[in-house]
Protein backbone atom coordinates (compact mmCIF):
# COMPACT_ATOMS: atom_id res chain seq x y z
CA UNK A 1 0.00 0.00 0.00
CA UNK A 2 1.55 3.22 -1.00
CA UNK A 3 0.41 6.02 1.41
CA UNK A 4 0.63 9.68 0.88
CA UNK A 5 1.74 11.94 3.40
CA UNK A 6 1.06 15.73 3.35
CA UNK A 7 3.44 17.86 2.06
CA UNK A 8 2.94 20.52 4.64
CA UNK A 9 -0.44 20.90 6.09
CA UNK A 10 -1.07 17.71 8.51
CA UNK A 11 -5.13 18.69 7.74
CA UNK A 12 -4.44 17.25 4.05
CA UNK A 13 -4.08 13.68 5.40
CA UNK A 14 -6.89 11.79 3.81
CA UNK A 15 -9.30 9.60 6.22
CA UNK A 16 -8.37 6.67 4.21
CA UNK A 17 -4.70 7.18 4.82
CA UNK A 18 -4.95 7.67 8.42
CA UNK A 19 -6.93 4.21 8.79
CA UNK A 20 -4.14 2.61 6.16
CA UNK A 21 -1.23 3.42 8.47
CA UNK A 22 -3.06 1.93 11.78
CA UNK A 23 -3.88 -1.44 9.79
CA UNK A 24 -0.53 -2.29 8.91
CA UNK A 25 2.08 -4.69 9.96
CA UNK A 26 4.89 -2.89 9.01
CA UNK A 27 5.38 0.72 7.31
CA UNK A 28 8.28 1.40 5.40
CA UNK A 29 9.59 5.32 5.21
CA UNK A 30 12.71 7.31 4.25
CA UNK A 31 12.73 9.05 8.14
CA UNK A 32 11.47 6.69 10.75
CA UNK A 33 11.55 9.64 12.92
CA UNK A 34 9.71 11.93 10.62
CA UNK A 35 7.24 9.06 10.80
CA UNK A 36 6.81 8.17 14.10
CA UNK A 37 6.42 12.10 14.97
CA UNK A 38 3.66 11.68 12.26
CA UNK A 39 2.35 8.50 13.44
CA UNK A 40 2.33 10.31 17.32
CA UNK A 41 0.09 13.26 15.98
CA UNK A 42 -2.54 10.86 14.71
CA UNK A 43 -2.78 8.92 17.98
CA UNK A 44 -3.04 5.59 16.91
CA UNK A 45 -4.23 2.99 19.23
CA UNK A 46 -1.78 0.46 17.75
CA UNK A 47 1.42 1.81 15.31
CA UNK A 48 3.15 -0.61 12.66
CA UNK A 49 6.47 -1.32 12.96
CA UNK A 50 9.00 1.51 10.81
CA UNK A 51 11.70 0.54 8.33
CA UNK A 52 13.92 2.70 6.87
CA UNK A 53 13.41 2.78 3.15
CA UNK A 54 15.79 5.16 1.72
CA UNK A 55 17.39 5.54 -1.78
CA UNK A 56 21.04 3.89 -0.18
CA UNK A 57 19.18 0.69 0.69
CA UNK A 58 16.30 0.68 -2.16
CA UNK A 59 18.03 -2.26 -4.74
CA UNK A 60 17.81 -4.64 -1.88
CA UNK A 61 15.12 -3.72 0.62
CA UNK A 62 12.50 -3.57 -2.18
CA UNK A 63 13.27 -7.43 -2.86
CA UNK A 64 13.34 -8.15 1.01
CA UNK A 65 9.67 -6.48 1.24
CA UNK A 66 8.25 -7.92 -1.73
CA UNK A 67 9.25 -11.23 -0.09
CA UNK A 68 7.29 -10.37 3.54
CA UNK A 69 4.86 -8.92 1.55
CA UNK A 70 4.49 -12.44 -0.66
CA UNK A 71 4.76 -13.90 2.75
CA UNK A 72 0.74 -12.46 3.75
CA UNK A 73 2.27 -9.36 5.59
CA UNK A 74 0.58 -5.97 4.92
CA UNK A 75 3.54 -3.76 4.40
CA UNK A 76 2.49 0.19 3.47
CA UNK A 77 5.41 2.87 2.21
CA UNK A 78 5.46 6.33 2.46
CA UNK A 79 7.83 9.63 1.92
CA UNK A 80 8.60 11.98 4.07
CA UNK A 81 6.42 14.06 2.09
CA UNK A 82 4.06 13.39 -0.57
CA UNK A 83 3.26 10.63 -2.84
CA UNK A 84 5.93 8.16 -2.39
CA UNK A 85 7.70 6.21 -6.10
CA UNK A 86 7.13 10.19 -7.30
CA UNK A 87 10.74 11.54 -7.11
CA UNK A 88 11.43 9.57 -3.75
CA UNK A 89 12.12 6.18 -2.94
CA UNK A 90 9.04 3.66 -4.10
CA UNK A 91 9.72 2.47 -7.52
CA UNK A 92 11.98 -0.67 -7.13
CA UNK A 93 9.42 -2.11 -4.53
CA UNK A 94 6.16 -1.40 -7.18
CA UNK A 95 8.38 -2.94 -9.61
CA UNK A 96 9.34 -5.97 -7.87
CA UNK A 97 5.73 -6.35 -6.55
CA UNK A 98 4.51 -6.25 -10.51
CA UNK A 99 6.52 -8.61 -11.51
CA UNK A 100 5.53 -11.40 -9.02
CA UNK A 101 1.96 -10.27 -9.47
CA UNK A 102 1.73 -9.17 -5.92
CA UNK A 103 -1.25 -6.53 -5.59
CA UNK A 104 -0.36 -2.77 -4.65
CA UNK A 105 -2.66 -0.55 -3.89
CA UNK A 106 -2.86 3.36 -2.92
CA UNK A 107 -4.04 6.35 -0.44
CA UNK A 108 -2.97 8.69 -2.94
CA UNK A 109 -2.69 12.38 -1.42
CA UNK A 110 -1.23 15.81 -2.34
CA UNK A 111 2.12 16.00 -4.53
CA UNK A 112 3.86 19.13 -4.59
CA UNK A 113 4.38 18.89 -8.52
CA UNK A 114 0.77 18.82 -8.93
CA UNK A 115 -0.13 21.30 -6.74
CA UNK A 116 2.80 24.01 -7.95
CA UNK A 117 1.83 23.42 -11.61
CA UNK A 118 -2.20 24.19 -10.73
CA UNK A 119 -1.21 27.34 -8.66
CA UNK A 120 0.93 28.73 -11.20
CA UNK A 121 -0.94 29.97 -13.85
CA UNK A 122 1.21 28.53 -16.46
CA UNK A 123 -0.36 25.56 -19.11
CA UNK A 124 -1.17 22.85 -17.42
CA UNK A 125 -2.55 20.51 -20.65
CA UNK A 126 0.69 18.83 -20.84
CA UNK A 127 4.05 19.14 -18.61
CA UNK A 128 7.19 17.40 -18.09
CA UNK A 129 7.83 16.60 -14.79
CA UNK A 130 11.92 15.67 -13.71
CA UNK A 131 12.48 15.96 -10.04
CA UNK A 132 15.57 16.94 -8.98
CA UNK A 133 18.52 18.08 -11.71
CA UNK A 134 22.08 17.32 -11.24
CA UNK A 135 23.87 19.63 -8.67
CA UNK A 136 26.74 20.58 -11.18
CA UNK A 137 25.69 24.06 -13.42
CA UNK A 138 27.17 22.56 -16.16
CA UNK A 139 24.27 20.03 -16.12
CA UNK A 140 21.62 22.48 -15.27
CA UNK A 141 22.60 24.91 -18.10
CA UNK A 142 22.51 21.51 -20.80
CA UNK A 143 18.99 20.58 -19.81
CA UNK A 144 17.75 24.05 -20.04
CA UNK A 145 19.43 23.95 -23.62
CA UNK A 146 17.84 21.32 -24.62
CA UNK A 147 14.61 21.68 -23.26
CA UNK A 148 14.40 25.68 -24.12
CA UNK A 149 11.41 25.06 -26.95
CA UNK A 150 9.48 22.55 -25.14
CA UNK A 151 6.10 22.69 -25.73
CA UNK A 152 4.47 22.22 -22.62
CA UNK A 153 5.05 23.15 -19.15
CA UNK A 154 8.32 21.86 -17.35
CA UNK A 155 8.03 21.16 -13.25
CA UNK A 156 11.05 20.42 -11.49
CA UNK A 157 11.94 20.60 -7.41
CA UNK A 158 15.09 22.04 -5.88
CA UNK A 159 16.62 22.34 -2.33
CA UNK A 160 17.27 25.29 -0.72
CA UNK A 161 20.88 25.25 -0.93
CA UNK A 162 20.95 25.52 -4.39
CA UNK A 163 17.67 27.48 -5.75
CA UNK A 164 19.83 30.78 -6.20
CA UNK A 165 22.63 29.11 -9.02
CA UNK A 166 19.46 27.13 -10.32
CA UNK A 167 17.07 30.22 -11.02
CA UNK A 168 20.70 32.45 -12.17
CA UNK A 169 21.12 29.30 -14.60
CA UNK A 170 17.60 29.52 -15.84
CA UNK A 171 17.98 33.13 -16.70
CA UNK A 172 21.18 32.91 -18.24
CA UNK A 173 20.18 29.60 -20.68
CA UNK A 174 16.29 30.90 -21.10
CA UNK A 175 16.40 34.58 -20.84
CA UNK A 176 14.27 37.43 -18.39
CA UNK A 177 11.41 37.05 -20.02
CA UNK A 178 10.41 33.09 -19.70
CA UNK A 179 7.80 32.87 -17.60
CA UNK A 180 7.87 30.97 -14.90
CA UNK A 181 6.76 30.15 -11.08
CA UNK A 182 9.11 29.40 -8.11
CA UNK A 183 6.80 27.91 -5.49
CA UNK A 184 7.76 27.17 -1.90
CA UNK A 185 7.13 25.69 1.73
CA UNK A 186 3.58 24.58 -0.29
CA UNK A 187 0.50 24.28 1.78
CA UNK A 188 2.52 25.46 5.13
CA UNK A 189 2.16 28.68 7.33
CA UNK A 190 4.96 30.42 5.24
CA UNK A 191 3.88 29.33 1.72
CA UNK A 192 4.93 31.83 -1.13
CA UNK A 193 4.29 31.46 -5.05
CA UNK A 194 5.93 34.08 -7.36
CA UNK A 195 5.08 33.76 -11.04
CA UNK A 196 5.93 36.31 -14.13
CA UNK A 197 8.92 36.91 -16.36
CA UNK A 198 12.27 34.48 -14.83
CA UNK A 199 14.33 37.85 -13.96
CA UNK A 200 11.72 39.21 -12.06
CA UNK A 201 10.77 36.26 -9.87
CA UNK A 202 14.41 35.14 -9.08
CA UNK A 203 14.81 38.82 -7.51
CA UNK A 204 11.54 38.51 -5.82
CA UNK A 205 12.58 35.09 -4.61
CA UNK A 206 15.93 35.69 -3.49
CA UNK A 207 14.67 39.14 -1.47
CA UNK A 208 12.71 36.68 0.55
CA UNK A 209 13.49 33.22 2.92
CA UNK A 210 15.22 30.99 1.12
CA UNK A 211 14.53 28.11 3.45
CA UNK A 212 12.59 25.06 2.95
CA UNK A 213 11.49 23.13 -0.71
CA UNK A 214 10.98 24.69 -4.07
CA UNK A 215 8.88 23.96 -7.39
CA UNK A 216 10.04 25.53 -10.25
CA UNK A 217 7.43 25.64 -13.36
CA UNK A 218 8.80 26.77 -16.67
CA UNK A 219 5.96 27.74 -19.37
CA UNK A 220 6.45 27.23 -22.85
CA UNK A 221 8.71 29.81 -25.06
CA UNK A 222 6.36 32.75 -25.34
CA UNK A 223 3.72 32.01 -22.87
CA UNK A 224 3.42 35.39 -20.69
CA UNK A 225 1.02 35.87 -17.60
Not at 97 to 116: D, E, F
Not at 187 to 207: C, D, N, Q, Y
Request: aromatic residues 8%; neutral net charge; glycine residues 8%.
Amino acid sequence: MLIATPIGNLGDLSTRAREQLTRLDCLACEDTRLTGALLAKLEPKEKPALISYREENEKYLAIELADRIEAGEQIGLVADAGMPAISDPGFRLVRECRRRGLPVSAAPGATAATTAIALSGLPTDGFLFVGFLPPKASARKRFFEKYHDFEYTIILYESCHRITKFLNDLVEVLGEQRCICVARELTKLHETIFAGPSAAVRERVLATSLKGEFVVCIAKQGYQL
